[in-house]
């Protein structure tokens, strides 16, 4: 009887399939792929598996090589932090002035917050949209910071698409109780009465909990930075539409590192998080000086315990080309302008008139 040929063990296929077959691989399982044996990991130092990882998790206009990275598989490994900027979408943070309410309050609705994680240089843009009356304040103000994370802050944009289902209901429930009456229908109109009563109950509270603002503790305040730096492709009265840069601002945990470990809010954060803490025009409105800013804070992004504001962003971001959000800013039409902030704004405020190249 004829013996079987084994076949070909796969490290015998040479440099060239292993590599092919490597491309398949999570950069994780790459690494620890090249740990295995000799042959893998010849077939690892191929700096075109490492291309074609490089460009699966980045913009292609950010995997190029040259005085930052002299091949791919070191572009990779260094998360191409030099060309790559971690992007935070933000569609429905907005802080909002104190004194007004409604459509005629000004309001600065938070976009997104970039991450520039340079080696010399880390820096965070956070990209806003103001918009108010011509007394609108400018943006240079502003502030970003760290407290101490006291539970998710209430989500408004939730509440308002409430409140604007009770309102509908009110308007249904009003044309049924006219066409009841008409019909002389007295135990229905009675019904639709108390329906009706409820509704308003419920506006009620809704309408409460939307006006209610966010307090924040001076004890829970761990840091805070004001703008280094800003950039906006519409600076008009009544509209400010661009970044904010923050330059000074720590990872959560060189900032918690740099405490004494007697400050009771670093104990605190270590066992409850921390929240980024963003407020427009203003410094954080800790209490009990918070009555003295205008304008209330919003909780851009929560680092829980145990974990990084880089794991945040990763988990929830994305890789994109550094300020290539500010050039789609630039480049929309008002259009598009008007429909995000119909989507995202709480207050409704419309832009003002922007003059042609504005």
């Known amino acids: 009887m004829e013996a079987c040929t084994p076949p070909p063990s796969l490290l015998g296929l040479g440099s060239g399939p292993l590599s092919h077959v490597l491309r398949f691989l999570s950069v994780r399982d790459l ?22 990882k490089a460009l ?17 598989q070191a572009l990779v490994r260094d998360d191409n932090r030099q060309q790559a900027a971690l992007l935070l979408d933000l569609a429905t943070v907005s802080c909002r002035e104190k004194a007004q309410q409604g459509p005629t309050a000004s309001e600065c609705v938070v976009l997104a917050l ?5 080696a010399k240089k880390q820096t965070f843009r956070l990209y806003i949209d103001a918009r108010g009356a011509n007394s609108l304040q400018p943006p240079g103000e502003s502030s970003l910071g760290f407290l101490v994370h006291r539970g998710p802050p209430p989500d408004r944009h939730a509440l308002r698409q409430q409140l604007e289902a ?22 229905c109109v009675q019904g639709l009465h108390h329906a009706m009563a409820r509704c308003d109950t419920q506006s009620r509270q809704l309408a409460a909990e939307l006006a209610q603002h966010l307090e924040l503790s001076f004890a829970d305040l761990l840091t805070v930075v004001r703008p280094a730096g800003q950039q906006l492709v519409v600076d008009t009265p009544g509209y400010k539409l661009g970044w ?6 720590l990872e959560v945990s060189v900032l918690l590192g740099e405490l004494p470990d007697s400050y009771r809010s670093k104990r605190q954060a270590q066992q409850q998080g921390v929240d980024l803490c963003f407020c427009y025009a203003n410094p954080i409105p800790v209490m009990p000086l918070g009555s003295m800013v205008n304008w209330e804070p919003a909780i851009v992004a929560t680092v829980l315990p145990g974990s990084s504001l880089l794991e945040a962003f990763k988990s929830r971001g994305r890789y994109v080309q550094p300020g290539q959000l500010l050039k789609e800013l630039e480049c929309e039409g008002a259009a598009a302008r008007q429909q995000r902030w119909a989507e995202q704004s709480l207050t409704g405020r419309q832009p003002p008139p922007v003059q042609p190249g504005g």
């Not at 970039?114 to 340079?118: A, I, N």
């Not at 904010?244 to 601002?249: K, S, V």
């Open 166 to 187: 009770v309102t509908a209901r009110q308007q249904h429930l009003a044309r049924q109780i006219t066409e009841a009456r008409a019909e002389d229908r007295l135990r």
């Open 31 to 52: 690494q620890t792929a090249s740990q295995v044996c000799r042959a893998l990991h010849h077939a690892a130092r191929d700096d075109t598996v490492w291309h074609v």
């Open 244 to 249: 904010l840069e923050f330059d000074a601002l």
């Open 114 to 118: 970039e991450w520039c994680r340079g």
């Open 56 to 72: 699966e998790l980045y913009p292609e206009g950010t995997v190029t090589l040259g005085e930052c990275y002299p091949t791919y």
